[in-house]
């Protein structure tokens, strides 16, 4: 009940175009969901994130997409570039500060020039 | 935003010593720390949560003597590999949640990751 499960492993995509990533939860307890952009050899940084009062976010060229009812929630990258290309990471936690994320096991994605 | 710094960024070790590694809140109150060890390729695997002045809870299958964690004050906390072995060679990272500027924050921060190879 503690898994979150990622799709796709990798992604290749053209610049310009648009990359989605999507994760999705078994635990419903869950309602804090953040997405992580890692560099090689550099910690984990977040990029956007959602509660499930809401359906959808959007911050500048990334967007999620959040189905509570289907437990799934996706990552829209717009107008990729080289410059997105890192591994991205969805995880799911309680709202609590005391609580630990759980991570999906990432997507590798490669913006092509 | 909140920084978390982690130090050292790489480290290279002698099989059969120790090693510390350093997580620091710069402008926060990290109430709770994560470390989490991630090997190459893969997602970060929790190895332990602590909070502040109390004990750290580990994952199962982490050994607590193997992996010593201290969290004494609300800025730092500690891991120390003891008798470190090749197998531990890995990249460990830290995350901290808490109160930032006042208010109780959700979001986790990052280190920016230690790389430990042991020789």
């Known amino acids: 009940q503690q898994q979150v499960k990622q799709s796709p492993q990798s992604l290749i995509v053209q610049k310009g175009g648009i990359s989605i990533i999507n994760c999705a939860y078994e635990n419903t307890a869950f309602d804090y969901f953040p997405w992580y952009q890692q560099f090689p050899g550099k910690g984990p940084a977040l990029l956007i994130a959602i509660r499930p009062d809401v359906s959808e976010k959007k911050e500048g060229r990334f967007t999620i997409s959040f189905n509570k009812s289907a437990k799934q929630f996706s990552l829209h990258i717009m107008d990729s570039q080289p410059g997105d290309s890192a591994t991205y990471f969805c995880?799911?936690?309680?709202?609590?500060?005391?609580?630990?994320?759980?991570f999906g096991p990432g997507t590798r994605l490669s913006v092509l020039p | 935003g909140a920084v978390v710094s982690q130090h050292p960024s790489w480290v290279i070790c002698k099989s059969g010593t120790s090693v510390k590694i350093e997580c620091r809140s710069l402008d926060f109150q990290a109430t709770t720390m994560f470390w989490y060890r991630q090997f190459p390729k893969q997602s970060l695997m929790l190895m332990a949560t602590s909070n502040e002045g109390s004990k750290a809870t580990y994952e199962q299958g982490v050994e607590k003597d193997k992996f010593l964690i201290n969290h004494a004050s609300l800025t730092l906390s500690t891991l120390t590999v003891t008798s470190a072995h090749p197998e531990d060679s890995s990249f460990y990272i830290c995350?901290?949640?808490?109160?930032?500027?006042?208010?109780?924050?959700?979001?986790?921060?990052f280190g920016q990751g230690t790389r430990l190879t042991v020789v």
């Open positions: 995880a799911a936690s309680r709202d609590n500060y005391g609580q630990n994320f759980v």
């Open positions: 995350s901290a949640r808490g109160v930032v500027q006042g208010r109780i924050n959700t979001e986790a921060f």
